[in-house]
C-alpha cells in the first residue's frame, strides 16, 4: 500500500510582462505557507521516501523546503503541465511513502481520477494537501489547507 500526497506550490509571484511562468518565484508569505506545512507534517510523523516535483521554480522551492521530510527530491518534467493520473502511477511504483510537488488544474484532475469524481470536487489551494492511501481501492486519507494549517500552528500571519 502506497501514501501519496498530491501537494500544490505554495503562493508565487504574480503573472507579469517579461517574467517567464517557470521562473516565478515563492512570495516570503509563499515561504511561509510552505514552511507551516513542512511543520505540519513533521508533528504528524510524515516521512516520504521520495518527493516529485515539477521542474517550475515556484514547485521546486516548495519542495525544498519540504525536503527534509524525504530521502530524495527528483524533478519530474512531465510534472510542469499537462500530466495524468497515469503518470501518478508510474511515480507510485516508486517508493510507499511518495510526495508529488505540482500545479493546477493537473493535480484536481489526478485526485478526481484516483478518488472518482469531477476535478471541481478536489480544489487544491497554494499549498494545500490531499493525502490519499493507495490500496486495491484509494482512499482520501486527510486534506490539509493554509487556513487549516494556521490554525493548527496557531499562527496569524
Given at each position: 500500500?502506497t501514501?501519496v500526497?498530491?501537494?500544490r506550490?505554495?503562493?508565487?509571484?504574480?503573472?507579469r510582462?517579461?517574467?517567464?511562468?517557470?521562473?516565478?518565484?515563492?512570495?516570503?508569505?509563499g515561504?511561509a505557507?510552505?514552511?507551516r506545512?513542512r511543520a505540519?507534517?513533521?508533528?504528524?510523523g510524515?516521512?516520504?521516501?521520495?518527493i516529485?516535483?515539477s521542474?517550475v521554480?515556484?514547485a521546486r522551492?516548495?519542495?525544498?523546503?519540504?525536503?527534509p521530510?524525504?530521502?530524495a527530491?527528483?524533478?519530474?518534467?512531465?510534472?510542469?503541465s499537462g500530466?495524468d493520473?497515469?503518470?501518478?502511477?508510474?511515480?507510485?511504483?516508486?517508493?510507499?511513502?511518495?510526495?508529488v510537488?505540482?500545479h493546477e488544474?493537473?493535480l484536481?484532475?489526478?485526485?478526481?481520477?484516483l478518488l472518482?469524481g469531477?476535478?471541481?470536487t478536489f480544489p487544491?489551494k497554494?499549498?494545500?494537501?490531499?493525502?490519499i492511501?493507495?490500496?486495491?481501492?484509494?482512499?482520501l486519507?486527510?486534506?490539509?489547507?493554509?487556513?487549516?494549517?494556521?490554525r493548527?500552528?496557531?499562527?496569524?500571519?
Amino acid at each position: 500500500m502506497t501514501e501519496v500526497h498530491l501537494i500544490r506550490h505554495a503562493r508565487a509571484q504574480p503573472r507579469r510582462e517579461g517574467l517567464p511562468d517557470e521562473e516565478r518565484r515563492l512570495t516570503p508569505a509563499g515561504l511561509a505557507q510552505a514552511e507551516r506545512l513542512r511543520a505540519a507534517l513533521e508533528r504528524l510523523g510524515v516521512r516520504y521516501e521520495v518527493i516529485w516535483t515539477s521542474p517550475v521554480l515556484r514547485a521546486r522551492q516548495t519542495a525544498e523546503v519540504l525536503a527534509p521530510l524525504a530521502g530524495a527530491v527528483i524533478e519530474e518534467p512531465a510534472l510542469a503541465s499537462g500530466w495524468d493520473a497515469e503518470l501518478l502511477a508510474r511515480l507510485r511504483a516508486r517508493g510507499r511513502a511518495v510526495a508529488v510537488v505540482a500545479h493546477e488544474p493537473e493535480l484536481s484532475a489526478a485526485a478526481a481520477a484516483l478518488l472518482g469524481g469531477e476535478s471541481a470536487t478536489f480544489p487544491f489551494k497554494k499549498s494545500g494537501l490531499y493525502a490519499i492511501r493507495w490500496g486495491k481501492r484509494p482512499q482520501l486519507r486527510y486534506v490539509l489547507t493554509p487556513g487549516l494549517l494556521k490554525r493548527l500552528l496557531g499562527t496569524d500571519d
